[in-house]
């Protein structure tokens, strides 16, 4: 299960750093902004959460792996931009992987380090969101989180799959690649068919 959690981990941080890379490329960064943005986005989510649990050093400064992935990530996308940006919206749907990803790997590291449903569902939300956040205020735009697209709710479902499993000793791993394809999908159809939350229409005054 280590192993499993560990490749997710890995894959959801290539993920999120695409999603970093390409904006900072779009942005006009030099390298090194790029792939400052690339790593921020990757691991400041798991930074959080893993401080908010107590565990400390942060696996993803402590360990080169998730270093060498973000940074693999923004040179690939500063040196061959082109061949990415042929997928439909880059930033979006690897933000969409990464977020189901995280949001996964997230609740069940909670869970493991004893805290609730309750506290697993928060820490999995924002291990999810919480590189997009920091990528989006770096380069200067809203955060995806606060506008009107599945996000956050997206990623409480994907927590809410691995939180079931654990509370009813399903086995771990299919639920955690249910989860994170829950996620991707709701993520998915709020980009493509404009599945979204109430937007607040303030009265005239």
């Excluded at 290539?14 to 006009?28: E, M, N, Q, Y």
């Excluded at 931009?81 to 919206?89: L, P, S």
């Excluded at 995806?144 to 479902?157: F, K």
């Excluded at 249910?178 to 607040?200: E, K, Q, S, T, Y």
């Amino acid at each position: 299960m280590q192993t499993f959690l560990f490749i997710l981990d890995l894959l959801g941080t290539f993920a999120f750093a695409i999603s970093g890379a390409t904006l900072g490329v779009r942005k006009h960064f030099d390298l090194f902004g790029v792939l400052v943005l690339s790593f921020v986005a990757a691991v400041s989510g798991g930074v959080a959460r893993d401080v908010l649990i107590g565990a400390t050093p942060p696996v993803a400064i402590a360990n080169w792996n998730y270093l060498a992935v973000s940074c693999a990530a923004g040179l690939l996308c500063f040196y061959r931009g082109a061949v990415v940006e042929r997928m439909t919206n880059p930033v979006q749907l690897f933000d969409a992987l990464g977020l189901g990803l995280f949001a996964v790997t997230g609740a069940t590291k909670a869970l493991a380090a004893g805290l609730g449903p309750v506290g697993a569902l928060l820490l999995g939300m924002l291990t999810g969101i919480g590189g997009g956040i920091a990528r989006d205020v770096l380069a200067m735009r809203i955060p995806v989180v606060l506008q009107s697209d599945l996000y956050a709710v997206a990623a409480l479902a994907g927590a809410a799959v691995v939180v079931l499993a654990w509370h009813f000793q399903w086995p771990g791993e299919p639920f955690l690649l249910g989860g994170a394809a829950l996620v991707f999908f709701l993520r998915f159809m709020a980009i493509r068919h404009g599945w979204r939350l109430p937007v607040a229409a303030p009265g005239d005054h």
